[in-house]
């Protein structure tokens, strides 16, 4: 099949008590592991780039890479998507480039702005058959571009989700209940350790969730910034030289549970990241004669699928859907 829209992939998701992966992508390998592992779990999937991976990577490469891994996996739905677009012009790039989805996200701005320009762009990506989905609260860290201090973020405020959606007429949404970007989504301050001194961070505001899925009943919900950061990934990169000290995520199980309740989409981009560097860390550790590049990427590309299908099947709960 072609690409696909979100909009079909969203309400079985809300109906079936499931979320769709929307995986960050910058290169060949991180592509195949994707697919790879829909394809095998008969898994939907979103295929996400940001404006740093079209920077990185060219958007005329990373398309027909996407283009070539619908070809591959003719049986699941792909859908691409702009993560974290910043400016009209920006979308309106990729939706005329291919793009199927499109985010807008002008959360950092005041209500009515936010409002204005989200607008704009819905009534340009429904005119030419793609989808929007926007954002309303901020989320902490670092990704790519997008930068918030701790302290600077601010959760969603239910009370203003249903005027929002109403106005711009957005596709699905983007809410702010304590996920945050990037592989250190909590200072050491504001977690506490269990008894092996792992940090624990503080759990997700479902109660927040709650109240939005009370204004917004059937509506798609998405989680940015959920990565789990696994520990043993991070012991890893320790290991073979790295240094990633007190990196820590958001608990599998919390995102399962917000997978189960109207978050249609769940955003993993770190993990990724984490399990590629990790593997080729060790790779190039134990065969320091080694300057083949397929030779670390081919590992490299597994842990991709790997992990990919580990979050498919225990965060997700999207295997067996399409």
Do not use: W
């Not at 092996?196 to 919900?221: A, S, Y």
């Amino acid at each position: 099949m072609p690409l696909v829209t979100t909009t079909e992939m969203f309400k079985k998701a809300y109906d079936g008590g499931y979320a769709v992966g929307a995986f960050n992508v910058n290169n060949m390998e991180i592509v195949q592991g994707i697919t790879e592992a829909a394809g095998e779990l008969k898994s939907p999937v979103i295929l996400q780039v940001s404006k740093g991976a079209r920077a990185y990577a060219n958007h005329t490469y990373l398309v027909k890479m996407v283009e070539a891994a619908v070809a591959e996996n003719p049986e699941i739905p792909i859908a691409l998507h702009l993560d974290h677009g910043d400016s009209f012009e920006l979308c309106k790039s990729c939706i005329d480039g291919g793009f199927t989805s499109v985010m807008i996200d002008m959360s950092s701005k005041p209500f009515e702005e936010n409002i204005a320009i989200t607008k704009q762009v819905v009534e340009y990506a429904h005119d030419h058959g793609a989808v929007v989905e926007a954002e309303l609260g901020t989320l902490a860290g670092v990704e790519d571009e997008v930068v918030v201090e701790a302290g600077n973020e601010s959760y969603t405020k239910p009370e203003e989700v249903e005027e929002f959606v109403s106005r711009t007429g957005c596709d699905s949404l983007a809410i702010a209940i304590g996920t945050s970007h990037g592989a250190y989504k909590f200072t050491p301050e504001q977690c506490t350790r269990n008894e092996e001194g792992i940090l624990v961070p503080p759990p997700l505001r479902f109660d927040v969730l709650d109240e939005v899925v009370k204004k917004l009943p059937g509506f798609p919900i998405v989680l940015h910034g959920s990565s789990s950061v696994p520990q043993e990934f991070v012991k890893m990169v320790n290991q073979y030289g790295g240094n990633m000290p007190d990196a820590i995520g958001i608990p599998e199980e919390q995102l399962r549970k917000a997978a189960q309740s109207a978050v249609c989409k769940i955003n993993i981009d770190s993990d990724i990241r984490l399990a590629m560097t990790a593997v080729i860390r060790q790779y190039m550790t134990e065969h320091p004669d080694h300057f083949d590049p397929r030779q670390y990427l081919k590992p490299a590309r597994q842990a991709v699928k790997d992990m990919v299908s580990r979050k498919i099947v225990n965060v997700l709960g999207s295997d067996n859907k399409i």
